[in-house]
């Protein structure tokens, strides 16, 4: 059951306007008003009018973001400090920065996988800086932390990507200095060089070797992966309620404490022979879950089942769940205009979705006549005739 936050309300600064929920935008602020430029707005925590009230967008904010720490730090047994104790500093120390930066992370409801990963390198940027306080920070302080990232190189495994891993960790480190107003430290051109790590489509002949050796589950496996595009997550937290007809839904599970990456909740068109081998699982399976795990719970070890199949096959090729998603994707760029396959993707953008599918085949009639198809679609909506005026 999701914990409770505090939340915002505005009301117009006119008599008779009651208070009602803000609706925050994708950049976290409060989406204005067509009917504030006359009366301006007033914002409070618990749509009462002496009640922490605020007068500006910003003021209303850190009223919310100190609301949400403490009601979290209360839930928890979190001891905050007491800015305003007798003898106390009223700086925030860095230490201090670090565990309120990860208490609003946690009540913002951060998966703590990614949490994980933001602490192990603000801890690290902790242990390089000899700063005492959060607003000494300055550019040094992150030429340093280049530096000493340098001298403490991520070990090296296969098909890692240590010049990514490099990159992430000063940008990890940015975003949280960025959230104490310690920001644009370092310009664009200073930022750690790095290549995203190539993936690369799995041919028919790697597929014909992984079938030959797989038993039924993990046939299974590679038919959902291959047919669905999905991700990780979104396959080890999947229910037999997600498929309607042949429709693959991608949605929140909030009974999980889970959600889509970015929310991207999606709905896919799956082969009629995936949607039928799903629902002959249903049949005999004593779980809600597609990939149950042997308490019941979500399997969070499907890349493990797949590595096991490669090495038990004697595969002499890398072999990761994100490479069938791959090689899903490139089987429909022959037959599906590119805007479509990002829907299905959960892409953002389409510039993401043109990149994943660089080294696709372009050559062949069948992707001809889906981009001419798009162009078809493009021209039809920026040409859209105007009805004509009555009278």
Known sequence: MAQAKARLYQRLRAKGFPWVPCDIGKNGRPKPRSDAFQFGVRYSLNGKRRLDTAATVDEALALLKDRNVRLYAKRNGVMLPDAHSEGSDPRLT????????????AAEGKDHKTISAYRQSIEQFVESCAKKYIDQIEKQDLKNFLGWLRLHPVPKRSNSNPGQTYKNKVLNVVIFLKAFGRERLLKKSEYPPSTPKPVKAHTEDELALLYAHATDEERFLLDYFLGSAVRNGEAAHAEFTDLIGNVLEIKRKVHLEWHPKKHHCRNIAIPATLAAAIRERQQWSTSTLIFPNGE???NQHLLRVLQDLAKRANAPFHCELHKLRKTCATRWAKHIPVHV??????????TTTQIYLADADLTGSEMENAILILLVQRL????KPVGRRQG
Do not use: C, N, T, W
């Open 341 to 350: 396959i990002q829907r299905m993707l959960g892409h953002k953008s389409l």
């Open 94 to 105: 860095l230490a201090e920065a670090v565990e309120q930066y990860f208490i609003d992370k």
């Open 296 to 298: 019941g719970k979500p």
């Open 380 to 383: 039809r909506f920026l040409y």
